[in-house]
């Protein structure tokens, strides 16, 4: 994310424009926004935990 912040799909209607990645190999979601300087900020880090189910995958109808 830090290298390309445009990775994530953006959540309509949020401000500011929150993002959301998710990475299946890690089991794990971030939503994150970006900066007027281009810095990434992250707002939630969820992390399936072993054992205890997998976390959701993203969608693009996802709401916020």
């Known amino acids: ?38 810095t990434t900020i992250v707002v939630a880090y969820l992390e399936a935990l072993p054992g205890r189910g997998r976390v959701a995958p993203f969608t693009r109808t996802d709401r916020r």
């Open 1 to 38: 994310m830090s290298v390309a912040p445009d990775l994530g799909i953006p959540i309509p209607g949020s401000r500011p424009e929150l993002r959301k990645y998710a990475d299946d190999v890690d089991d794990v979601r971030i939503i994150y926004y970006v900066s007027a300087l281009r």
